[in-house]
């Protein structure tokens, strides 16, 4: 028999079988997830290891889709699969071809060369790469190198050469030549692009209809090209206003999600309405696409400015690193920035430069001004005030100006009469420009460029600042026949009309400037004259309309204001005002003083009074915002403060009816 110890060891070992038995499924189980999960990961570890690899293969798909995406009109999805080709078959011709191709659609044109170099290096025949080369160069502003290399380019690719060699003509000063080339072109076949390129000329040379016209006929012809329709929301934009270019804009984006171009159009448009918000995220998606985008810092830097933050605006401009330094808004923000900071002789630089390329643009001008004179140069202010203070209708801000300049320089006689003007409440109707330029000098530019309709305009203008209507109609008559498209040839022509009294026959020039670009000045002259002539319904409706398309824009809602406040409806104009006091700030004397009228009439004579003491504060010698106070302290009960202001106003404006009312009903 086993002894006690042996049967004791065989019990053990009987346990300890019995216990692997029933542990053996729960081990196995374990080390089999152990053994997955190891595979797992080094599964995950194999397709990182081999994405992150060149793979041939995977790039003929890349290279199909993007093809694919390519004819469909998307050139950002395309140029993204491209890359990724590019990146997984680097020494792959084609692909650095066609990347190059999407390089251009984006208008990068240093990164579509570089790419172009890569293509050849790899193998590329270099004979079918000259038109690609001249549209880099184009878009690197080389035009007078990517003419003849436009020419050098195959037949089989003459229509898209034609159309490189058009543009380069058009930016190198040729805009004539441009036009002819692709017109010749579109002679032999109808073209989409080509069609786009003329609309894009067209509209250039100032000829808004005829642009419009092109567009059309080629978005008939092909709705898969986001520049041709973002091209068709600009048009929009200038003939009919923001809103109604909005979903041209969309269309453009839903066919090339990624379009930078068509993203820095929606966002300045977005931020002319001020929608602020969407105007940062679409200039933002706009930089993700093309990196390092002049306007995209720009437009943000716009944003910032208007926000406050001048240093971070003033980052953003740097960051443009020169390429807007001749663009007029670049110009404008950065010397208001300068202005702001106390940098006065770097602003009046940037606005003189500003007034320098836009004669003709008395704010521009009033700006120069003011720097000029906040820096001690008051001579040198009064010469660029000069073509305003000769004007009949100078705001109060620019007479002001020239006053204050006056006085620094010891003329008090003269800014004496320079205040007195800008203190009075009533101006006569806009005059149409303001020129030191004689006509004998203006007459010779036209000789010196027959056919130049800037050279006529210019000699137009030069007619009616001398008061020579009559020799400036037969000239602008010949411009808008010769124009009918142009906003600005209809414009001239009413404003000669308008000189000579013939307001009918201005007021439809002024419609058809109206219809071909309906712009702030557009706007005002139409609705100045239709209301002159009689059809206040019709310039209320004009003024409806540009509001409802331009709601953030401040001339149209002052205009509004006005007439708010003629009809009595002081409820409508004290929304109107505060809206535009919120905008401008408490330093607009006429805002604050017709809220202190309005809020009088209303019956709130507590903010009636606050309002017509910080406006008085500003003019204490504006009859209207003397008067506006005076009525307020009437409605708040303090007849004899009211009494005394009410007898300045009437001082300060012999006459004025309404000055006469409001006294004559304090008893």
Known sequence: ???????????????????????????????????????????????????????????????????????????????????????????????????????????????????????????????????????????QDEADQAIPEADRALHRYAGYADRVKARALAASGNLPAGRALLEALLADAPDAAAWADLARLRRQSGDIAGADDAIGRALALSRRDAGALTLKGELVRDRYGLVAALPWFDAALKVDPGNPDTLLAKAATLGDLGRYGAMLDASRRALAERPNDPMAYYLQAVLAARAGNDDLARDLLDKTDGALDDMPGALLLGGALDFRNGAYQQAADQWGALSGSQPYNLSARRLLGAA???????????????????????????????????????????????????????????????????????????????????????????????????????????????????????????????????????????????????????????????????????????????????????????????????????????????????????????????????????????????????????????????????WALAKAGDRDGARQLLVKAASLAPGDPGIAAHLAALG
């Open 372 to 630: 000029l004179l906040a820096g001690g140069s008051a001579d040198d202010a009064l010469d660029a005030l000069r073509p305003i203070g000769l004007r009949a209708d100078a705001d109060a801000y620019s007479l002001t100006l020239i006053a204050r300049a006056f006085e620094a320089e010891g003329k008090r006689d003269w800014a004496a009469g320079f205040l007195d003007r800008a203190a009075s409440p009533s101006r006569p109707s806009s005059a149409p420009f303001g020129t030191d330029d004689g006509v004998t000098t203006l007459a010779g530019t036209v000789n010196a460029a027959p056919g130049d309709p800037v050279a006529e305009l210019g000699l137009i203008r030069g007619f009616l600042e001398a008061g020579q209507a009559g020799a400036a109609l037969g000239h602008a008559r010949a411009l808008a026949a010769a124009s009918p498209g142009s906003p600005q040839a209809q414009t001239v022509l009413g404003d000669t009309l308008w000189a000579l009294g013939r307001f009918p026959e201005a007021t439809a020039a002024y419609s058809r400037a109206a219809n071909l670009d309906f712009d702030e000045p557009a706007m005002l002259r139409l609705v100045e004259a239709l209301d002159r002539t009689g059809h206040r319904d019709q310039a209320q409706h004009a003024l409806a309309l540009f509001l409802s398309q331009n709601p953030a824009n401040i001339a149209a809602r002052r205009l509004a204001a006005s007439w708010q406040l003629a009809a009595h409806d002081w409820p409508a104009a004290i929304d109107t005002l505060e809206g535009l006091r919120r905008t401008i700030g408490n330093r607009d004397a006429a805002i604050l003083g017709e809220l202190a009228l309005a809020h009088a009439e209303n019956g709130d004579a507590a903010i009636a009074t606050h309002y017509g003491a910080a406006a008085y504060r500003l003019a204490p010698m504006n009859p209207a915002i003397v008067d506006a106070y005076g």
């Open 1 to 139: 028999m086993a002894s006690t110890a042996e049967r004791r060891r065989t019990r053990w070992v009987r346990r300890r079988r019995r216990r692997w038995r029933l542990s053996a499924p729960w081990f196995r189980r374990g080390a089999l997830a152990l053994i997955a999960l190891a595979a797992l990961a080094a599964l995950v570890l194999g397709i990182r290891h081999w994405r992150a690899m060149p793979h041939p293969s995977r790039a003929r798909g890349e290279i199909v889709s993007a093809l694919t995406l390519y004819r469909a009109g998307n050139m950002s999805g395309a140029r993204a699969q491209a890359a990724a080709a590019v990146r997984d078959k680097p020494d792959w011709p084609l692909a650095h071809a066609l990347l190059a191709r999407l390089y251009l659609a984006a208008g990068n044109g240093a990164a579509a060369e570089a790419e172009l170099d890569r293509a050849k290096s790899t193998g590329f025949d270099p004979a079918r790469l000259h038109q690609l080369y001249a549209e880099a160069w184009l878009q």
